[in-house]
């Protein structure tokens, strides 16, 4: 919204800096950051009058659980979604597909994550949504994601995979595309959802995984950048940097209410919407293969899941003590600080190497 101020600029003046990406990522940062400090204290309280007995505690997870955590309230989500999408709007160009495209598939698996926290607190079960019906849901989002990237992107990219490390690599998926677009945008969704259980667990590997998307977006948005880096350009994504400036003020003013021992949980709105978001990021920059090591701590989690009820239902026996994974480290003993801080680290990491794709040619 505040690009146009750009139009009332003669090249030399304030109104000037508000063509520069960079300029109005920093705005859509400390809008969201500030946004976060003024509103989440009191979003906290409002949630904890309504919800009395907050998020409903599974009693198969973790026994310390049921006692810590209990009486907490969650769908804090809606303070990062709140933030990141009033700081998305007013700072990124209204023109641009690919965010457009990002905010659809955010909203829409916020609001599937909404219904379902609604529903376990207002019926006091950790039942909620139907796993049917979100999941249908979540698949009709992503085709339409899907579909809006295979035309937003340029004909030579349009319905391509692009392969990371080897130059110029193109795999074309023909009809393919779509589905393997709504395994990359749901499974992200899913995927950031299962980290979420312990306090700090998931906001902060989100921010880092975002954070690495909105620098590869700003990327492969730029033709010199490109060029030197001999990777695919894709105009128009470098807007997504501002997206993601916004998730990580939004990420970090929640995470100071979230930080251990947790004032709020972002529930399935959040957890649901941020991983969708990642998802449809990787899409629209056409690194989706990179989201997979960028957010190589998700797979893990998703996976340790599979791996749990394929396992089980074949042989009646766990290969973990508990899933997901993080549950398992509790069992054997870690401190909840401890696994969260060595995730993040963990996360970090995969960043780095997944930022490293960039120049390996």
Known sequence: MLYFLSEWSDGGDVFNLFRYITFRAGGAFFTALILSFIFG??????????????????????ESHIIAKAGTPTMGGVLI?????????????????????????????????FADDYLKV????????????????????AVIAA???????????????????FKNALFNLGYLYIPFVVIVIVGSANAVNLTDGLDGLAIMPVI????????????????????????HYVPGTGELLIFTSAMIGGGLGFLWYNAPPAAVFMGDTGSLALGGALGAIAVCTKHEIVLAIVGGLFVVEALSVIIQV???????????????????????????????IRFWIISLILALVGLATLKLR
């Open 41 to 62: 204290q009191p979003l906290i309280n409002w949630l904890k009058k309504k919800q009395k007995k907050g998020q409903p505690i599974r009693e198969d997870g973790p």
């Open 81 to 113: 979604l709140g933030t990141l999408l009033v700081s998305t709007l007013l700072w990124a160009r209204s023109d641009n597909p690919y965010v457009w495209i990002v905010l659809f598939v955010t909203a829409g698996f916020g609001l599937i994550g």
């Open 122 to 141: 207002t019926k006091h079960t950790v039942a909620g949504f139907s796993s049917k019906a979100r999941l249908l849901i979540g698949l009709v989002i």
């Open 147 to 165: 579909i809006a990237a295979s035309y937003a992107h340029p004909d030579e990219l349009s319905g391509q995979l692009a392969l990371p490390i």
């Open 208 to 231: 880092i995984a975002g954070g690495t998307l909105g620098i590869i977006a700003y990327a492969v948005g730029r033709v010199d950048f490109t060029e030197y880096l001999d990777v």
């Open 310 to 340: 394929l396992y089980f239902k074949k042989t009646g026996k766990r290969v973990f003590l508990m899933a997901p994974i993080h549950h398992h480290f509790e069992k054997k003993g870690w401190s909840e600080p401890q696994i969260v």
